[in-house]
């Protein structure tokens, strides 16, 4: 069955520094791979997606994703993290033939000043 | 333009008793989801409509849910009689052309709590 794993509850990071978020997926194929974010009070907004060609995918909010079929995962990256990046971040496949999302269990993102 | 927006925004039953929950999608999305979060679980797809019929309704957990759109506007989602396990956010989302090829928007979420 297809999965995905987020095995970061929450991170804590200084604002400023680098920030990765994980995310692997269980899936038979190359699903498609989304990447949302959910700010306080918000709905879920999508950041990147990424279905096939380059691997590096850029998003919204200066974020970027790296698809890297060997070991199924596809990071979220940001270089630089802001005060307002403080939210709740959530991978998800989308197999093919359907037309759903599978999201991961979330990372919430708390930034320090 | 307005959102996706989704009524109400919490809403407090006993064991029972019965809840509806709505969603306004964004004017011209054909395409319309339900998903729903258990609280530190992950966010699970219930279903998917486009315009008035249920094009995927393998997420719904059993017959005490009941989604309906009329019309292919807005959509409800009727609990019925609510169980303690039902309790998480609902979250409704829009999309134009679909949730892979396209972009999923979401609303804030219905929080339901049963006791």
């Known amino acids: 069955a297809q999965s995905v794993t987020q095995p970061d509850i929450h991170i804590t990071v200084s604002e400023g520094a680098s920030l990765e978020l994980r995310c692997n997926y269980s899936y038979g194929a190359t699903p498609y791979l989304f990447w949302y974010v959910q700010s306080p009070g918000q709905g879920l907004q999508l950041l990147l997606k990424y279905f096939s060609g380059d691997t590096l995918v850029q998003g919204i909010k200066g974020f970027e994703a790296e698809f890297k079929r060997s070991q199924s995962s596809f990071n979220l990256r940001k270089p630089s993290v802001h005060w307002s990046d403080a939210a709740e971040y959530f991978c998800?496949?989308?197999?093919?033939?359907?037309?759903?999302?599978?999201f991961g269990t979330g990372t919430r993102l708390q930034v320090f000043p | 333009e307005a959102g996706v927006t989704q009524f109400p925004s919490h809403s407090v039953i006993e064991k029972g008793q019965t809840v509806t929950l709505r969603c306004d999608p964004i004017s011209g999305h054909d395409n319309l989801y339900w998903y729903r979060r258990v609280m530190g679980k992950e966010i699970k797809f219930l279903l998917h409509?486009?315009?008035?019929?249920?094009?995927?309704e393998s997420g719904m957990p059993n017959n005490r849910f009941l989604a309906e759109r009329t019309g292919g506007t807005y959509s409800t989602l009727k609990v019925q009689p609510a169980e303690l396990e039902d309790s998480g956010v609902y979250f409704c989302a829009s999309s134009q052309v679909g949730a892979l090829t396209g972009e999923l928007f979401f609303g804030e979420g219905s929080r339901l709590t049963v006791l």
């Open positions: 998800a496949v989308g197999p093919f033939n359907t037309d759903k999302l599978i």
């Open positions: 409509f486009v315009k008035e019929s249920k094009q995927d």
